[in-house]
């Protein structure tokens, strides 16, 4: 199939510039990191782009929704394993970008389903059993149980009261920093226990809401898309 006007141009100047950095790589080296410095914000939006159509295509072919309870809110979702110990090893291929690429090119291995991020995280501390399967399954440390019942006992967003689901969330959105210090979970709770308890950066939110806001530019979900509806599923 012959190639349009356009694309033998494109060719040829995808020819040229490879012709150049071959013989000034100093220059095109500089040149990139002046034009990268310039549009970080295009670049930005572009691997945003790129990484949400990943995610959409992997969602779709999973059903779209949460196995378990059925949540359809793209940003409360995630691919995750059916059972511990399937698929590649979890350093060799990290959360998010990484594991839709393997799943796409995989042709969407059994192996795998989407779960909201409640379900996904009360199935990890349960060794695969969510509340939503079996209502007696609860398993938390005391210091995680003091230290949501201490912040009010339930999601600000959502209302979300089940424990299993709760977790800690920095207000300002600087969590990062702050684990590099204390890591999270149990190190996190005996801090905030130890500091008494500092209301003024930390709230519980329910692990939909909180990695909602970190994948939504710090708002959850529940106040930007009209798709979010009511999280109290029972």
């Not at 378990?68 to 110990?85: D, M, P, V, W």
């Not at 060799?92 to 690429?101: D, E, H, K, M, V």
């Not at 409640?118 to 059993?129: D, H, S």
């Not at 149980?145 to 979300?160: I, M």
Request: proline fraction near 5%; hydrophobic fraction near 30%.
């Amino acid at each position: 199939m012959s190639k349009t006007p356009s694309e033998n141009r494109k060719a040829k100047a995808r020819i040229r510039a490879a012709q150049y950095r071959t013989k000034h790589p100093e220059k095109a080296k500089r040149a990139v990191t002046i034009w990268c410095d310039n549009n970080r914000t295009y670049i930005s939006e572009k691997g945003k782009t790129y990484r949400t159509g990943l995610r959409d295509k992997v969602f779709a072919a999973y059903g779209g929704v949460c196995s378990c309870c059925k949540e359809s809110e793209a940003h409360f979702l995630t691919a995750a394993r059916k059972e511990r110990g399937i698929g590649p090893d979890r350093k060799a291929l990290p959360a998010g970008a990484p594991t839709y690429r393997w799943l796409i090119a995989n042709l969407f291995p059994d192996s795998f389903h989407v779960l909201c991020w409640n379900c996904n995280k009360a199935r990890f501390l349960n060794n695969g059993g969510c509340v939503h399967d079996h209502a007696d399954v609860f398993s938390v440390s005391k210091e995680h149980a003091r230290v949501v019942k201490e912040y009010g006992g339930q999601c600000v967003c959502c209302g979300e009261s089940r424990i299993i689901f709760l977790t800690i969330d920095h207000i300002n959105n600087d969590g990062a920093e702050h684990r590099k210090s204390i890591r999270q979970g149990p190190p996190l709770y005996r801090w905030l226990i130890a500091n008494a308890f500092p209301k003024e950066a930390f709230q519980v939110l329910c692990y939909n809401c909180n990695c909602g806001r970190f994948h939504n530019k710090g708002a959850c979900p529940h106040l930007t898309s009209p798709n979010a509806g009511d999280r109290n599923i029972p």
